[in-house]
Structure formats: structure tokens, C-alpha cells
């Protein structure tokens, strides 16, 4: 039979994503992630790491698809909430990431990135509804 499993492959995979996205390439990052995804569609970390790499590339609304995909997974997955919220906060979605958001200081009170994402969005969302008119 096969010598290396699927999950050990995609747990290498993996690794080769993380490095790549420390080293700043996440375009490479995220290709290491699909195919890890496709060898463990199980593993929610793959999905919200991608959606990370998205979102580092403009691509709110891969980022978007990732982190609801993640969050089918794991509904308590805080990170997949930040990204989701961080996605649809750069889609103009602002009731919709201030509620992903919340839903992170729900599960981690202390967490910092979502605080300061929530202040930001209260900004972005004054500002666009004084430039609407």
C-alpha cells in the first residue's frame, strides 16, 4: 500500500503553507493549503489559515467562503470568525462584521485584534454613512 498517508502529506503540506506565509508569500501559501485541503477536508485549521492568505491577497470574498467553510467545521472557531469578520469589514459589510466580530470577544474576551478590528469598523461605517449622505 501507500507508504505516507494522506494526512501525514497534508501535514506537510501544511507546514510548507505556514512557512510561506511567514516568509510573506501568500499567494505560494495558499496554494500549499489547497493541497493540503485536498488530501484533509477535514482539518477546519487549513481552511481559516487560507482564509488569512486571501485576505493578505484582496480576496475578501475567498476569505469570506474559507471561514464559513471553517466555521461549518468548528462553529467555535474563533480566528474563522476574526477572518470573516476582517473579509466582509473590506466588502462594506459592516452589520455582518460587526456581528463576526462580537462573536470572537464572545469566545475570547481578551482578545485583542478583534477589539481594535471593531474599533476600526465603527469608523469605517461612520464614515460611510456621512459619505452617503
Given at each position: 500500500?501507500?507508504?505516507?498517508?494522506?494526512?501525514?502529506?497534508?501535514?506537510?503540506?501544511?507546514?510548507?503553507?505556514?512557512?510561506?506565509?511567514?516568509?510573506?508569500?501568500?499567494?505560494?501559501?495558499?496554494?500549499?493549503?489547497?493541497?493540503a485541503l485536498l488530501l484533509d477536508d477535514k482539518d477546519h485549521?487549513?481552511?481559516?489559515?487560507r482564509a488569512a492568505c486571501f485576505?493578505?491577497?484582496?480576496?475578501?470574498?475567498?476569505?469570506?467562503?474559507?471561514?464559513?467553510?471553517?466555521?461549518?467545521?468548528?462553529?467555535?472557531?474563533?480566528?474563522?470568525?476574526?477572518?470573516?469578520?476582517?473579509?466582509?469589514?473590506?466588502?462594506?459589510?459592516?452589520?455582518?462584521?460587526?456581528?463576526?466580530?462580537?462573536?470572537?470577544?464572545?469566545?475570547?474576551?481578551?482578545?485583542?485584534?478583534?477589539?481594535?478590528?471593531?474599533?476600526?469598523?465603527?469608523?469605517?461605517?461612520?464614515?460611510?454613512?456621512?459619505?452617503?449622505?
Amino acid at each position: 500500500g501507500d507508504e505516507v498517508s494522506d494526512s501525514a502529506r497534508a501535514r506537510f503540506k501544511k507546514e510548507q503553507g505556514n512557512a510561506s506565509f511567514k516568509a510573506g508569500d501568500h499567494q505560494q501559501a495558499a496554494v500549499f493549503y489547497t493541497e493540503a485541503l485536498l488530501l484533509d477536508d477535514k482539518d477546519h485549521t487549513l481552511l481559516s489559515n487560507r482564509a488569512a492568505c486571501f485576505l493578505k491577497l484582496g480576496q475578501g470574498a475567498k476569505a469570506l467562503a474559507d471561514a464559513d467553510a471553517c466555521l461549518a467545521l468548528r462553529p467555535d472557531f474563533a480566528k474563522a470568525h476574526f477572518r470573516r469578520g476582517v473579509a466582509l469589514m473590506g466588502m462594506d459589510r459592516f452589520d455582518d462584521a460587526g456581528k463576526a466580530l462580537s462573536k470572537v470577544l464572545e469566545l475570547e474576551p481578551r482578545n485583542e485584534e478583534a477589539k481594535a478590528s471593531l474599533q476600526m469598523l465603527q469608523v469605517k461605517a461612520a464614515r460611510a454613512r456621512a459619505s452617503s449622505g
